[in-house]
């Protein structure tokens, strides 16, 4: 998996996150019904916003954009409803090609293993392949991938004619062409000619944004083993890419203003929230969002000062030792009681745990189905919750065990106010954070 959305679990309701997998799961059996198993590996995350952008501009809770799947090792052998149609075979072939192009450059470039002339003559083998099967699948829908094609092209041209001291816009602009056509294209499958214009300024911003983290996140590599980077090239230092990136996020929210959606809240928090944490990611927080968690509370008085219970950020009341424990399962739950993943309700007995042999016969199920690495489980000996491997390497939300983070009262009060989320529209509704209730 590669791109710069990558939506840490934790961050996402239950219903976004359910959405989120049906279309990273159905741009992956795209790729291997269109084009093959070995298309698989062009599975990327940023190419599933283009099966985003179809669906939620299509006819809300429609059937026909759904089929289930069958069992999968990433998701623990489970079977589950993955997205279909025009959007997931368009991600697909948009995926291709652009997996296409960067093999190409990696073998043009003789990085690593494609230095050596066997592997090279393999990968150019394969680009062919995918550049065919690619357009083929993308006229079905009517996308043409000459588009792609053609500003990868005129990437190479760009980089090499580039004089020193140049505008590092230059050398982004084939990427924004390429991202912006692949954009604005959604609103044709959907059938909304409307939305065009907004999203191809969407996309556009997008690929400039792609452009320059991969750029600032490579540019010590590239110095180190003397490969050419825009910013480096250009004399562009990392405080004007991060500014560029930054207007880049504020343009993208301003563009999704624009655009007519049937829901919009997978689309607004991968594309006017992730794309912000990717920013993060590469340059750090920005000097203001310290302050976003200092904002007027929902209460209407400052975080700092608010009554108790209307501030999540506040610490816990102190508990009584002399105060009984809640009896009853439907008692209510102090706030000093654990909760969340990992932690049982008051009153219920720990898990019964397994024997060394019904463990182990356990535990050796779980890995083959792959569950122990990739899913939520329970332990194969004490029954007890546990996060999978894969997921604890793509959180990055830095709240431990990633529960109870407050996400959805940031988004809220500042995305509400105009503050750190400028020109947000999100809302607690359509965030889908249920009312604030992290």
Known sequence: ????????????????????????????LALRDDHGQLARTATNYDGLIISVLVEAQSAKDDPSGRRTAGPCPLRGMRTASVAKGEG???????????ASVKIRDHVEDGDGVFARRPVAAGARAVTRRWDRRSAG??????????????AAARQGELERGLEPGGSVLLVTEPTESATSAAFAHTAALSGRPGNAAPLAEAGRLFGRL???????????????????????????????????????????????REVELTDRALVHVLLAHETERAVERVFGPASHTAACKTRTAPGGGDTATAPAGSNPYQSPPRHDPNQAPPAGPGAPVPPWVPQGPGFSPPGTPPPHRRNLLA?????????CTCQLMCCDHNDPFSREHRTGWCARQNCDCGCGDCSGCG?????????????????CDCGCDGCDCGGCNC
């Open 88 to 98: 997931a075979r368009l991600a697909a072939a948009v995926s291709l090609t652009l």
């Open 1 to 28: 998996m590669f791109g710069i959305i990558r939506p840490c679990r934790h961050r996402l309701s239950e219903r976004l996150q359910a959405s989120w997998m049906a279309h990273l799961c159905g741009l992956c």
């Open 137 to 150: 699948s993308a006229s079905v829908v009517g996308f043409d991938t000459a588009v792609l094609l053609d």
């Open 210 to 256: 792609a452009h320059l983290l991969d750029a600032a996140e490579d540019q010590a590599e590239d110095a180190a083993g003397g490969a050419w980077n825009p910013l480096t090239a250009t004399g562009t230092d990392r405080a004007e890419a991060e500014r560029l990136c930054r207007d880049a996020v504020h343009g993208i929210r301003l563009a999704l």
């Open 407 to 423: 996400d959805c009262f940031q988004c809220c009060q500042c995305c509400g106010d105009g503050g750190c989320c400028d020109g």
């Open 359 to 367: 463990g182990c016969a356990v535990w050796a199920l779980m890995a």
